[in-house]
C-alpha cells in the first residue's frame, strides 16, 4: 500500500492565510489517500507570506517524499505564456488582435481570412483541435508513440482535414495556439520557445521554467506522473512536441506565481493589452470564461485568473485574485482524477478562507 506523506514547508506566517492554509494541506494529503493523486503540491501566497506544501510519493515504487519546489509539466499553462508574447508584439506594433490571419501567415490556415488574431487567442476560430483525433493527444496514453517527435505544419494539417460544425458554440482548440507560435516565429524570425525565455524567462528570473522542445525527462526533482491502464503506468517520460505552443512548457510552483503575478500586475504588456486579455468570452459552457490565454474562474468571494493544464501525469492550476493572493497546484493523478469539485474547494479555501 502507498503511503501516505505530507510535507509542509513555511516560508512566513500568514496573518492573512493561516485559516486558508490549513484547509488545503489537509486536502492535498486526502486527495492522495482516496486515489486522486499519486502526489500533489500547492503554493498559496498573498503579498506578505507564502505556503508551500506537498503530500503523496515522488515515485510509486520506489517512494520517497515529492519536492514542494518541483518541476511539472504546466500543459495548457504554455497558452498563457504564448499569449502574453502576442500581446507584446501588439504593443510593439507588430501586429494587430482583429488583424486576419492570411494577412501574416498566408495560405496557412484555411479561410484565414475571416480568422483573426484575437479569435485564435480567444479559442473562438471555431477551428477543430487536432487533439480530437485518436493517437493526437498528450493526456492519453500513446505507448511508443509518445516518444515521436511532431512538426507544427504536421499537426495543423491533422487540424485542417476536419472543421467543426457550424453550431455557434465556444470550442476550446489546442490548433489555435500551434497557429499563434508560427505566427510569433513569423513575425520575430525566431522559434517561438527563444521568444519566450527572452521576453519573459529571462526577465523575471524564472530559472526554473523550461521550453523542453523534444526532450523527453523532467529536471530533478520531479514526481513522477502514471496513467491508469487500469493499473499505474510510468508516464513520466514522453516528447511534448504534440503540443508545442499548446502545451509543452515546464515550470516550479514559484516560477509559476511569479509569471501571473507579473503578468496581471501589468509589467508585461501595456495596459490596454492586459485589459484585452482579461475581456472574456462568458458562456464556453467550460465552468471558466475565457479571454486571451486567460480562464477566469467564479468563486464565492469573486473571479480569480489565471489557467489550468493538463498533460498525461500532469495537472496545474495557477490562479491569482486582484487582491494579490495565488495559489498553484500541481497534481499527479492516480487511479482517477481530481474532481472540479476538489479542485475549486481548494481555491475556495485558499482564496475565501
Known amino acids: 500500500m502507498m503511503q501516505t506523506m505530507l510535507n509542509v514547508l513555511v516560508a512566513m506566517t500568514m496573518a492573512a492565510g493561516g485559516q486558508a492554509t490549513a484547509g488545503v494541506g489537509p486536502e492535498l494529503e486526502k486527495m492522495v489517500e482516496s486515489k486522486g493523486a499519486t502526489a ?46 502576442v500581446l507584446q508584439l501588439v504593443d510593439e506594433g507588430k501586429v494587430r488582435l482583429d488583424d486576419p490571419i492570411e494577412q501574416h501567415l498566408p495560405g496557412l490556415v484555411p479561410d484565414g481570412a475571416g480568422i483573426t488574431v484575437r479569435e485564435l487567442l480567444n479559442h473562438t476560430s471555431h477551428l477543430y483541435d487536432y487533439m480530437s483525433e485518436p493517437g493526437y493527444s498528450t493526456n492519453r496514453w500513446r505507448g511508443k508513440d509518445r ?14 482535414a476536419k472543421k467543426l460544425p457550424d453550431d455557434g458554440k465556444w470550442h476550446y482548440s489546442n490548433t489555435n495556439y500551434v497557429v499563434l ?11 517561438y520557445g527563444k521568444e519566450v525565455e527572452r521576453r519573459i524567462l529571462r526577465p523575471l528570473g524564472l530559472r526554473h521554467t523550461v521550453v523542453p522542445g523534444d526532450r523527453a525527462g523532467l529536471p530533478s ?17 514522453m516528447n511534448p512536441s504534440l503540443d508545442w505552443a499548446a502545451g509543452e512548457m515546464i515550470s516550479t510552483a514559484a516560477d509559476l506565481e511569479r509569471f501571473m503575478a507579473a503578468l496581471l500586475g501589468g509589467k508585461l504588456t501595456s495596459a490596454a493589452s492586459l485589459r484585452a486579455m482579461r475581456t472574456t468570452v462568458e458562456k464556453t459552457g467550460a465552468g471558466f470564461a475565457y479571454g486571451l490565454g486567460l480562464q ?18 500532469y495537472q496545474t492550476y495557477a490562479f491569482r485574485s486582484d487582491s494579490g ?25 485558499a482564496f475565501c478562507g
Not at 147 to 160: D, N
Not at 221 to 237: F, S
Not at 303 to 313: A, N, Q, T
Not at 331 to 342: A, F, H, K, L, W
Request: glycine share 12%; hydrophobic share 35%.
Open 40 to 85: 500533489a503540491l500547492a503554493r498559496i501566497s498573498d503579498g506578505k507570506g507564502t505556503w508551500s506544501g506537498a503530500a503523496g510519493v515522488r515515485d510509486i515504487k520506489r517512494g520517497g517524499e515529492p519536492a514542494p519546489g518541483g518541476y511539472f509539466r504546466i500543459g495548457s499553462v504554455t497558452k498563457t505564456f504564448v499569449a502574453t508574447v
Open 147 to 160: 516518444f515521436r517527435s511532431y512538426e507544427p505544419r504536421e499537426l495543423l494539417k491533422v487540424a485542417f
Open 181 to 191: 507560435g508560427l505566427l510569433v516565429e513569423k513575425l520575430t524570425g525566431r522559434p
Open 221 to 237: 526533482p520531479h514526481a513522477k506522473g502514471y496513467e491508469a491502464m487500469p493499473h499505474l503506468v510510468d508516464a513520466t517520460r
Open 296 to 313: 477566469a474562474y467564479p468563486l464565492p468571494c469573486g473571479r480569480v485568473w489565471g489557467h489550468s493544464g493538463e498533460l498525461i501525469g
Open 325 to 349: 493572493r495565488s495559489m498553484t497546484l500541481s497534481i499527479n493523478p492516480s487511479t482517477r482524477n481530481p474532481s472540479t469539485e476538489e479542485i475549486m474547494g481548494m481555491a475556495t479555501k
